[in-house]
């Protein structure tokens, strides 16, 4: 069974502080590595994509990718109240129609 | 930005009954899938479809379940016969050509199955 693994959390930091976020994957063929916020009773919302090891970076989300170790971690700088959501982790594997396997999710409280 | 649409948003059905979730691709995606997040949990991967065929489908996506590109713009899932245990949100999904591109999410289905 290939699997995405995440810690659930809750993960709480205060407002301004840097979260990071961790996921490790079983699959050493997974081509693609995505980050995907879920507000409660709302669809997956993409955040993040990375495929080449190293950084990524998007405004205040950086996304890192290291395949010799098989994880993946997203760093949010300058947290946010409204950053406080369910982050899924996800990949896609080798195939190529691509079907995405997603972690359960950690669940980030930012504390005003 | 285009964006995929899902109908019904909530869908309230008597065990046993046929449902059909509907579902609009965004428009130049030839990549097609279904997935589904039982409450609580992990989102799912039921099936993905491509150039008119479903291209691979999960265990959970047995004989009661079918997909369907009905014309050039609809994708449906059907469920033949609903089981209590059939009550998710239920998320289609559509990506583009290029490989390793992310897919894209519609707002999902409440299904409910009483």
């Known amino acids: 069974q290939k699997e995405v693994e995440q810690n659930s959390g809750p993960l709480s930091v205060p407002e301004g502080a840097i979260a990071s976020l961790n996921c490790t994957y079983s699959?050493?063929?997974?081509?693609?590595f995505f980050w995907y916020r879920q507000y409660s009773g709302k669809s997956p919302e993409l955040i993040m994509f990375?495929?080449?090891?190293g950084d990524k970076e998007d405004g205040r989300f950086t996304a890192q990718l290291n395949k010799a170790s098989q994880y993946v971690s997203l760093l949010i700088r300058d947290s946010q109240p409204s950053d406080s959501a369910t982050y899924l982790c996800?990949?896609?594997?080798?195939?190529?129609?691509?079907?995405?396997?997603f972690g359960t999710g950690t669940k980030l409280q930012v504390i005003p | 930005e285009p964006e995929v649409t899902q109908t019904p948003s909530h869908q309230v059905t008597q065990m046993g009954q046929e449902v059909i979730l509907r579902c609009v691709p965004i428009?130049?995606?030839?990549?097609f899938y279904w997935y589904r997040q039982i409450l609580g949990q992990k989102v799912e991967f039921l099936v993905s479809?491509?150039?008119?065929?479903?291209?691979?489908k999960s265990e959970i996506f047995d004989d009661q379940f079918s997909v369907e590109r009905p014309d050039g713009s609809n994708f449906t899932l059907k469920i033949r016969s609903t089981k209590l245990e059939d009550s998710a949100m239920y998320f289609c999904?559509?990506?583009?050509?290029?490989?390793?591109?992310?897919?894209?999410f519609g707002d999902g289905t409440r299904l409910s199955i009483l």
């Open positions: 699959d050493r063929g997974s081509q693609s």
């Open positions: 428009s130049n995606h030839l990549y």
């Open positions: 990375i495929y080449s090891n």
């Open positions: 996800a990949s896609t594997n080798s195939g190529g129609y691509q079907k995405v396997t």
């Open positions: 479809f491509y150039n008119n065929e479903i291209s691979e």
């Open positions: 999904a559509s990506r583009d050509r290029v490989a390793n591109q992310p897919q894209h």
